[in-house]
T-cell receptor, first 117, second 115 residues
Framework: DADVTQTPRNRITKTGKRIMLECSQTKGHDRMYWYRQDPGLGLRLIYYSFDVKDINKGEISDGYSVSRQAQAKFSLSLESAIPNQTALYFC????????????????FGPGTRLTVL | GESVGLHLPTLSVQEGDNSIINCAYSNSASDYFIWYKQESGKGPQFIIDIRSNMDKRQGQRVTVLLNKTVKHLSLQIAATQPGDSAVYFCAENIGAGGGADGLTFGKGTHLIIQP
């Protein structure tokens, strides 16, 4: 979805390096999410945020941190990258106003392919 | 732990035929389900969703069926086209009417359309 952008799209780094992945959205959504996808597996939730400065851990938050300083931006950091963090990383957004209708549709960015050597 | 999973990793169908992709879930508290389509090199794209108070929902060429008794979800695609080739994921959510958090995804089914 062009309304959700991720940078960089590809990144190769070395073990121990600090890496930041950026996500920006123009959808005006209040909720943002970071997922990781490994080959042959579905997406797994790392962190999510319901609004600016709100941070919640997901299923696999160890080794990651996030920052939500503005509604449109949600960044994911790997403080000290390790090889098993090699994966596809996806950012997603949703609008809490949809929850009143019992829906939680999430819109995904194009992904960042991260390789840790 | 509780999880969402799929019965088959790969499904091959003839162009023009109907396809059915299945999903089993184990969390009886789940009240909202989504089907996503993921094409190579792209992020998941929303196809259709369904709330737990429904058992069927139709979209354009797609139908989602929910059987809460056996915790089963299916996606039916009518008259499949080459552009339907992709990996399809089911995802579940708890509390979509309130404090919903992230989605829990199944492993995915790769749909291959044969000419």
């Amino acid at each position: 979805d062009a309304d959700v952008t991720q940078t960089p799209r590809n990144r190769i780094t070395k073990t121990g390096k600090r890496i930041m992945l950026e996500c920006s959205q123009t959808k005006g959504h209040d909720r943002m999410y970071w997922y990781r996808q490994d080959p042959g597996l579905g997406l797994r939730l790392i962190y999510y945020s319901f609004d600016v400065k709100d941070i919640n851990k997901g299923e696999i938050s160890d080794g990651y941190s996030v920052s939500r300083q503005a509604q449109a931006k949600f960044s994911l950091s790997l403080e000290s990258a390790i090889p098993n963090q090699t994966a596809l990383y996806f950012c997603a957004t949703s609008d809490s106003r949809n929850l009143a209708g019992g829906r939680n549709e999430q819109f995904f960015g194009p992904g960042t392919r991260l390789t840790v050597l | 732990g509780e999880s969402v999973g799929l019965h088959l990793p790969t499904l091959s169908v003839q162009e023009g035929d109907n396809s059915i992709i299945n999903c089993a879930y184990s969390n009886s508290a789940s009240d909202y389900f989504i089907w996503y389509k993921q094409e190579s090199g792209k992020g998941p794209q929303f196809i259709i969703d369904i709330r737990s108070n429904m058992d069927k929902r139709q979209g354009q060429r797609v139908t989602v069926l929910l059987n809460k008794t056996v915790k089963h979800l299916s996606l039916q695609i009518a008259a499949t086209q080459p552009g339907d080739s992709a990996v399809y994921f089911c995802a579940e959510n708890i509390g979509a009417g309130g404090g919903a958090d992230g989605l829990t995804f199944g492993k995915g089914t790769h749909l291959i359309i044969q000419p």
